[in-house]
């Protein structure tokens, strides 16, 4: 089942912050997230696994709240090169298939 | 190395035609996945490869089939297309198993179906 995420759209000026929810209704092993450009393949920022390991980009932060089956990404001090759409893609046992959300578009304006 | 490599990047078909979509990673994964991105939709996956060996159903297999080659190679065929499987596809592969496995992306192909 597909994860939700929230909001469909966001849209900054550099140097503001944002969130990026992911919420799935299934237990999970683990949570990526990517980006894409436009006309792009999505390019891997972030995965978080269940009992706290992390790997992921130094300039990316994430949570991932599993009681809740819950992730969220920080963007803080958006940059022109954050523009893109963001996916969370959910694993619910390891070696299984990821499950991508619809994304979330993300619009950073001078 | 070259990552993941699809061929074709655009094809147009009639329906009722068939195609093969070729998909090949040199990164040893074991782990290789299809998925269609269509507007609004995010990724869907139709089929993925746990191993070599190894085919499974994802969310939107029915019109497609697949056939894991060897380690290296993922191919996914369309017997009868119809326009509705207009879409881009993308091939996929990790390392697989537990553990932080990286997910990594070819460039997409892009099939219209006339």
């Known amino acids: 089942q597909q994860p939700v995420q929230s909001p469909q759209a966001v849209i900054l000026r550099e140097g503001e912050d944002a969130v990026i929810n992911c919420s799935s209704s299934k237990a999970l092993y683990s949570v990526h997230w990517y980006r894409q450009k436009h006309g792009e393949a999505p390019v891997f920022l972030m995965i978080l696994l269940k009992g706290g390991e992390q790997k992921g980009h130094e300039k990316i932060s994430a949570s991932f709240n599993e009681k809740k089956q819950q992730s969220s990404l920080y963007l803080t001090a958006s940059q022109l090169s954050y523009s893109g759409t963001y996916f969370c893609?959910?694993?619910?046992?390891?070696?299984?298939?990821?499950?991508f959300g619809k994304g979330t578009t993300l619009s950073v304006s001078s | 190395n070259a990552g993941v490599t699809q061929t074709p990047k655009f094809q147009v078909l009639k329906t009722g035609q068939s195609m093969t979509l070729q998909c090949a990673q040199d990164?040893?994964?074991?782990?290789m996945y299809w998925y269609r991105q269509d507007p609004g939709m995010g990724l869907r996956l139709i089929y993925y490869?746990?191993?070599?060996?190894?085919?499974d159903k994802g969310e939107v297999p029915n019109g497609y089939n697949v056939s894991r080659l060897n380690k290296r190679e993922f191919s996914l065929r369309l017997e009868s297309a119809a326009p509705s499987q207009t879409s881009v596809y993308f091939c996929a592969s990790r390392m697989g198993g537990s553990g932080a496995n990286v997910l990594t992306f070819g460039a997409g192909s892009r099939l219209t179906v006339l």
């Open positions: 990164m040893n994964h074991n782990s």
């Open positions: 893609g959910t694993e619910g046992q390891a070696g299984t298939a990821l499950i």
């Open positions: 490869s746990a191993s070599e060996g190894t085919t």
